[in-house]
């Protein structure tokens, strides 16, 4: 039989010791359940927090390039569809010098609609504007001019830790159809010789006039040259409209990646940190119970004391 002491009664000294670390087990597993997180802090786990709060950086950064995607396919998007409108409008000035070409035609009225035409390719250009910036219309005399456009495709971290940004470039030196400087110019106000070639002499697209030709041969030579002109400026464009096409593509296809690439490091975050929620409730069921029968140890142990009156009596 073990001493009876009124100074330290030691199995209820044993079931508080055994309650505390009960009610302890018990907050901890509350905590996992209300937060939906096995290691919420780096108290936790801190090789695992560590990881994981680096993955939440880094999937926020997925996000931003993911809206850089968007934003340059938005971009793209109304580039290619102002080209496809203006092959559509120069393949009709083409049609009008084709009927130009037959003989007795009255060339003004055909220059009328031709001049409407060359007006429509200019509000085109102008109008394929998307977030400040036109890839149709250009000055590249001004300050700051870039023709090389980069979007902001890819956030990667080597395994020493190193982040960079990936980017895809564009080339829009061979998208623009007007450029206002004096030492360049883009498809349609380029000067064209008599095969339709880009030259230092000649007449643009946007500037040809057939009003004043007649039926001499000097002046359907000049037909035809614009004729070839009209076509070659069709070629060039429909050229600039497949690279849009196939950079858009590229954009649709990094996007998805990025999406699939975000979803995977969540799952990955998920595996490290989050608490399986049936694992804790049915601890907690446990430990409930634990509760109760350390608090009636402790109970029973605290009467045993007063059984220590009655060696008085």
């Known amino acids: ?86 092959i559509d409008v120069t393949s009709e000035i083409k049609a009008k010098l084709v009927a130009a070409r037959e003989p007795g035609v009255d060339r003004t009225k055909i220059q009328t609609e031709i001049k409407e035409l060359q007006n429509q390719l200019k509000s085109i250009a102008d109008s394929a504007t998307f977030s400040g910036q036109n890839w149709l219309s250009v000055d590249s005399s001004a300050s700051g001019y870039n023709a090389t456009k980069t979007i902001v495709s890819s956030f990667t971290r080597s395994a020493a830790g190193t982040v960079s940004v990936g980017t895809i ?89 990025v999406s699939a690439l975000k979803s995977a490091i969540t799952e990955g975050i998920a595996q490290l940190v989050d608490a399986d929620m049936n694992e804790e409730s049915t601890r907690l069921q446990a430990l409930q119970v634990k509760q109760q029968l350390g608090v009636q140890a402790l109970s029973i142990a605290n009467q045993s004391s007063q059984n220590i009156l009655s060696l008085f009596r």
Request: proline residues 0%.
């Open 1 to 86: 039989m073990g001493m009876s002491s009124i100074n330290t009664n030691y199995a209820a000294v044993t079931a508080l010791q055994n309650l505390q670390i009960t009610s302890k087990e018990m907050l901890s597993t509350q905590n996992r359940i209300s937060t939906g997180l096995r290691v919420a802090t780096a108290e936790d786990n801190a090789a695992y927090w560590s990881i994981a709060t680096t993955m939440r950086s880094d999937n926020k950064a997925l996000s931003t390039v993911q809206d850089a995607l968007g934003l340059g396919k938005a971009t793209i998007n109304v580039a290619y569809t102002a080209m496809n409108s203006s």
């Open 169 to 257: 470039s564009i080339d829009t030196s061979v998208t623009k159809l007007y450029d206002s400087s004096s030492a360049a110019n883009g498809i349609l106000d380029a000067s064209r010789d008599s095969t339709g070639a880009v030259a230092t002499t000649g007449t643009a697209l946007s500037s040809m006039d057939i009003s004043a030709l007649t039926d001499s041969t000097t002046d359907l030579t000049t037909l035809d040259g614009y004729i070839k002109a009209a076509d070659a400026a069709v070629k060039e464009m429909t050229a600039s409209a497949t690279s849009l096409g196939s950079q858009k593509q590229r954009i649709n296809m990094q996007s998805d990646f």
